[in-house]
């Protein structure tokens, strides 16, 4: 499955460079076409030479070393990857990544590069439990970064423990894996949209009306949909969490403000999955100042949000359409008639009130319906297993629209 895939491998400076090289000869065994940038200190362990005969490739060391006239050599790597691997990753590279510090090859090609990037840790045990390197490992994730985990078991420093990097076997099965469901990526070329987070609805310059929604559940099927080759839309409320990468992120606040980006999309798009808690009502009126505290109760008008999940169903035409139900009750019934109702293909139902789902949390219980009547219930999932199997089922809604010419 990497028979001709181009992967750009990164070597940085620690004992496990010596892994790196059996790496680069397992991978290029398996047909990959394999480029690779040494760090300077990854030279002080393993020569550039070896490297060049185990991939049958130049190997770059230094950014000024520009030995093609045509072309920035940086540049180009960057362009040329299918996929970028640091492997070895030190937390000295770790830490330039995310700080967006571009002062060597390898740091300087990484800030050109679009396609995926996977980091390889390898460290001393009490390196990788340090806080900054945690900090920083989460500022990458949050980029789209993607990491192999380093494995447990005696360390070159005389410690037993987590940091050792993976094994070279390993690292080309999760390559061959990635790029197997790579080729079976029905989603390329198709135009995802994604809504997600909650709404706010204003009620002075200091108070609105709002719901727990964090967004969680829509980013990560944001993330799936774009790896399985989708241009992805992410329209968002506010959130405090980052797009995956790659994702074309629209900022929203309000109901209304949702409903203009939905619509400005939607006749173009081919999958639609509402996730965003939209709310329901807004105060009849928004005050311009600050409302004063006062004696007694207050009250507050409420009138109706547009319906954006029941519009879309109205105008369908040849969109897959995914609605989300969160429910404290009454789960199938609701979810039936909202799916009706909506005319959607899919509802994505959830109690929010089972342990373990809902707002907030990284994992979710949901049960699928669709149209044919097929009910679906999925276990206790991490919120990236649910979305990869949402994912999965709208794919082949889609695959049968396309078949069929109707949904």
Known sequence: MINDKKILLCVTGGIAVYKAAALTSKLVQAGAKVKVILSESA?????PLTFQALSRNEVFTDTFDEKNPHVIAHIDLADW???ILIAPATANTIAKIAAGIADNMITTTLLAATAPVWIAP???VHMYDHPAVKKNLSIL?????QFIEPSEGYLACGYVGRGRLE??????ELIQRFFAKDERRYLKGKTVVVTAGPTREK????RFISNLSTGKMGFAIAEEAKKQGADVILISGPVQIAAPAGVELVKVETADEMYNAVLKYYESADIVIKTAAVADYRPKVTYDQKVKKQEGDAKIDLERTKDILFELGQRKKNQVLVGFAAETENLQEYARKKLTKKNADMIVANNVKASGAGFGTNTNIVTLFKRSGEVTELPLMSKADVAEKIIEEVTSLLKDMDQNGNC
């Open 43 to 47: 030279e002080k362990f393993v020569t």
């Open 81 to 83: 990857a299918d996929l």
């Open 122 to 124: 390898a460290m001393n």
């Open 141 to 145: 994730a949050e980029y789209g970064y």
């Open 167 to 172: 094994e070279p076997e390993k690292i080309v």
């Open 203 to 206: 009620i002075d310059p200091v």
